[in-house]
């Protein structure tokens, strides 16, 4: 018990050390929470003395890995995985045979037994969906071309997992590894036919379950309106169908995929995903952790060479394989290398590939170790290899395809008002001004976005609205406005500095996200500073109001009251944004003095003469 808790402080520990650091240093937390585990491990500070104790940890922390294709699952119904059978039939099944294929090739070279070969190419065309997932949420990319071609090529190697699986018996030629180094499968000395067919017949067990059984058992737990309760029966399904693929050697992670795509149609489908959520993230840090202790540096230094070529050629193989299918897919440069080298690690799945190998007598041990040592190693690399892309290669290629490949417009056209940024939010302002005869000159620095404008209607020029070049072009100097309505809290800034310096008279109205964007711009003397989300919050409020029977002049004054205090508010909290504690008992004071003047308001009664503005026809119509 000692043990347990001192690892469990040791490992939660280096966590909390090493993953705030990587995120700081830009690293993402998958490589933070591997390097914390390298660190603990046995090769560095040895918190973890032996090999088998990260072993230990791994199995328990692949729940992680288990929970997350459960979640996963929940969110792909059948009718959804069908409008993805372009990606992942076309893209997900053509990378999947084209890299078994080619590492299958390379591996005859250095390998004689091609039923190991086999098994090793099947395990390393995997990638890793714990990482790339949580790569693609950190970047904000998952609804991006690139994001949905790696989730398509996912789900596809997900899949995978069961056919190969299934094959492994039948390539089992040599005598199963003895009870006392088996992995508990109920089915490890039967002939490798009744082991596929067991594992089919475990696949459809799990899907009667889902359409017949869980439902009504979450049904009645349900009932007992007792959240701990139906937590405890969310992992119970999730535990349940991993401890029955384990019987029978097959992957838990699965499993549980198969019954989450069953439960995705289910009324209790947010409430598995919000119980289970916790678990997931905290499980799949430590998974990433164990997988960092269990490198064995020891064969890994017994054998560099070897180790490090196999991990850095398997990896180019994979990449190689996806940039071409990219190309395909029209994919930009620098994105299809982003998502090329994202998908070039070996896959967590690839451990039990080992595992079950093991155990039939595909691969031996030696055979084993070297082979998870490439996948982990493969792990640590991606992450790495990221970070270098997204600094170098990446970074110049963004640069290239938005500033040197095409020049900025020649504006010929002048206007009162100059409108920088036409996404959402600019589009939408835009559209007002015209719909009210006020033509603006509208800059957008994103070419994509200037050229489906174009084809939608819009006049949009395309260039930098902090180059001082561009904006005389566009007409600065006798222009009487210009509207900021992109995000970036550093363009503003700049965009502050270059109009004080060189267009002080026009009258610049920013765009701020919130309201620590707000001070910063206060801070360089803007005035016109609008907050992204301030007037929807009040408009909101006042639609409450509005059905709660307050009228709705009366309305209208309280929220033009409101707004009017917190502008005021912030004005003084700049003052002691960069003193926590005292900005802290500052902003208590002005929520405190903000609701006693609304009180007041309040209190003079002015809603029964409000009559008089809105009658309850008005009140319906506003």
Wanted: aromatic letters at 8%; hydrophobic letters at 50%; one cysteine or more.
């Amino acid at each position: 018990m000692d043990g347990f808790l001192f690892n469990s402080i040791i490992y939660i520990l280096a966590a909390i050390v090493c993953v705030p650091i990587a995120k700081k240093l830009g690293m993402g937390s998958v490589l933070g929470y591997l390097i914390a585990g390298i660190l603990i491990g046995p090769y560095v500070f040895g918190f973890i003395q032996d090999g088998q104790a990260g072993q230990d940890i791994m199995h328990t922390t692949e729940f992680g890995v288990v929970m997350m294709l459960f979640l996963i699952g929940l969110e792909l119904e059948p009718k959804n995985l069908w409008k993805m059978k372009d990606l992942i039939l076309r893209v997900g099944l053509t990378q999947v045979l084209i890299t078994i294929l080619l590492i299958f090739a390379l591996a005859m070279l250095l390998l004689d037994d091609w039923r190991t070969n086999l098994t090793l190419s099947m395990a390393m065309a995997l990638s890793s969906t714990a990482i790339v997932l949580q790569s693609l949420k950190e970047k904000n990319e998952l609804d991006s071309p690139s994001g949905k071609m790696s989730f398509g090529v996912l789900l596809m190697q997900d899949i995978a997992v069961i056919p190969i699986l299934a094959i492994l018996p039948l390539l089992a030629v040599a005598e199963p590894i003895s009870s006392a180094e088996s992995h508990g499968s109920l089915l490890e000395h039967q002939p490798g036919w009744i082991q596929t067919l067991s594992i089919f017949g475990a696949i459809g067990l799990v899907i009667l379950l889902g359409r017949f059984g869980f439902g009504p058992l979450l049904n009645w737990v349900s009932k007992t309106k007792l959240r701990e309760l139906f937590t405890a029966s969310a992992l119970l399904i999730v535990v349940g169908i991993a401890f029955l693929m384990g019987l029978v050697g097959l992957s838990p992670a699965l499993g549980t995929f198969l019954a989450g795509v069953i439960l995705a149609n289910s009324p209790y489908k947010h409430a598995l995903e919000s119980d289970l959520d916790p678990f997931k993230g905290l499980l799949l840090g430590l998974f990433f952790m164990a997988v960092g202790a269990t490198i064995n540096f020891n064969l890994i230094l017994s054998n560099p060479g070897i180790i490090l070529s196999v991990t850095l050629g398997v990896m180019l193989v994979k990449a190689l394989v996806l940039i071409g299918i990219g190309k395909t897919k029209k994919l930009g440069f620098a994105e299809n290398l982003g998502y090329a080298f994202g998908l070039a690690q070996v896959s967590e799945f690839s451990f039990v590939i080992y595992a079950f190998a093991l155990q039939l007598g595909i691969i031996d041990g030696e055979v084993s170790d070297s082979l998870m040592a490439i996948t982990a190693l493969s792990m640590t690399f991606t992450p790495i290899l990221g970070l270098i892309l997204d600094k170098t290669i990446l970074a110049k290629a963004q640069k290239k395809s938005t500033g040197e490949k095409r020049e900025a417009d020649t504006i010929e056209e002048k206007n009162a008002v100059i409108l920088c940024g036409f996404s959402h939010f600019g589009s939408t302002l835009g559209r007002f001004l015209r719909a009210n005869g006020i033509e603006a000159t509208v800059l957008d620095y994103n070419p994509d976005q200037v050229d489906l404008l174009r084809r939608m209607g819009f006049k949009v020029f395309f260039g930098d609205a902090t180059r001082v070049d561009l904006l005389h072009s566009a007409g600065a100097e006798n222009a009487k406005i210009l509207i900021s309505a992109v995000s970036s809290e550093e363009t503003n800034k700049k965009l502050i500095e270059v109009c004080q310096e060189h267009f002080p008279h026009l009258e610049l109205m920013l765009r701020a996200k919130n309201r620590m964007d707000a001070y910063e711009y206060m801070e360089l003397n803007a005035k016109n500073i609008y907050r992204e989300h301030l007037d929807t919050s009040i408009r909101m409020g006042e639609d409450a109001l509005k059905k709660l029977g307050f009228r709705a002049y009366t309305i209208h004054r309280l929220a033009a009251q409101f707004k009017k205090y917190d502008e005021e508010a912030l004005e003084v909290l700049v003052q002691y944004k960069n003193n926590r504690e005292e900005y802290i008992s500052k902003v208590k004071k002005q929520i405190d003095l903000q609701e006693t003047l609304l009180s007041g308001e309040l209190a003079k009664k002015f809603s029964l003469n409000d009559h008089a503005w809105d009658s309850d026809a008005m009140k319906e119509q506003k």
